[in-house]
C-alpha cells in the first residue's frame, strides 16, 4: 500500500524537515498550474517519469518551464537508449501516485531503490522547489538540500544535472 500524504508528512517531519503546503484544485497540467504561480513561492516544477531501452527508470524533477530535449536526454542521465513515459501501472505500482501526481516524494514507496531521481540543476538552484505531496490538489514547498536529505534517506542519491535545454 503505497505512503498516504500523512505518511510523507510524518516521516519528513520524523526527519526535522519543514515544508510548507497549500491547498489547490486538482491540476493536471503545467498550464493549468499558472494560476498557482502567485501564490508559490521558489522552483516550480514538471516531474516526468521515464524509462530507458533496458526498463531502466527515472523521476525528473526539473523547472516547469524547462525544455527539454527526449531524444537527447537519455546522453545526460547515462540512460540506455532513447528515454519513453513508463507507464501508468508503473507510476502506481512502484512511486505510489497517480499519472498528473509524479513527484520526488514518491520516492517513500519505492522501497526497492528501482528509480533513478534526477534533478535539474536550474530546478534546485531555487533554494526551495515545490512538487505535489503525492497528489496533485497541494503544492509543498520544501528546502533544496532537505529534498536531498529526504532522497537519500528512502535510499534514493538524486543526481543533479543540467537537463534543460533553455
Do not use: C
Not at 498557482?36 to 521515464?50: D, H, P
Not at 524533477?61 to 540506455?80: F, I, Y
Amino acid at each position: 500500500m503505497p505512503a498516504t500524504r500523512e505518511e510523507l508528512m510524518a516521516y519528513l517531519d520524523a526527519l526535522g524537515i519543514r515544508t510548507s503546503t497549500i491547498e489547490h484544485p486538482a491540476v493536471f497540467t503545467v498550464a493549468e498550474s499558472q494560476s498557482l504561480r502567485a501564490s508559490i513561492v521558489g522552483g516550480k516544477s514538471k516531474n516526468l517519469f521515464l524509462k530507458d531501452k533496458k526498463g531502466r527508470l527515472f523521476l525528473l524533477s526539473a523547472e516547469d518551464e524547462a525544455v527539454l530535449d527526449l531524444k537527447r536526454l537519455h546522453e545526460k542521465l547515462g540512460a540506455q537508449g532513447r528515454l519513453s513515459f513508463a507507464s501508468a501501472g508503473q507510476l502506481l505500482e512502484i512511486w505510489g501516485v497517480e499519472p498528473d501526481s509524479a513527484t520526488p516524494f514518491g520516492a517513500i514507496n519505492d522501497r526497492e531503490g528501482r528509480v533513478t531521481v534526477v534533478l535539474d540543476a536550474k530546478l534546485i538552484a531555487h533554494g526551495v522547489v515545490n512538487f505535489h505531496p503525492l497528489t496533485n490538489t497541494a503544492t509543498t514547498a520544501i528546502a533544496s538540500e532537505d529534498l536531498l536529505r529526504f532522497l537519500s534517506a528512502t535510499g534514493h542519491e538524486a543526481l543533479t544535472v543540467a537537463v534543460s535545454e533553455s
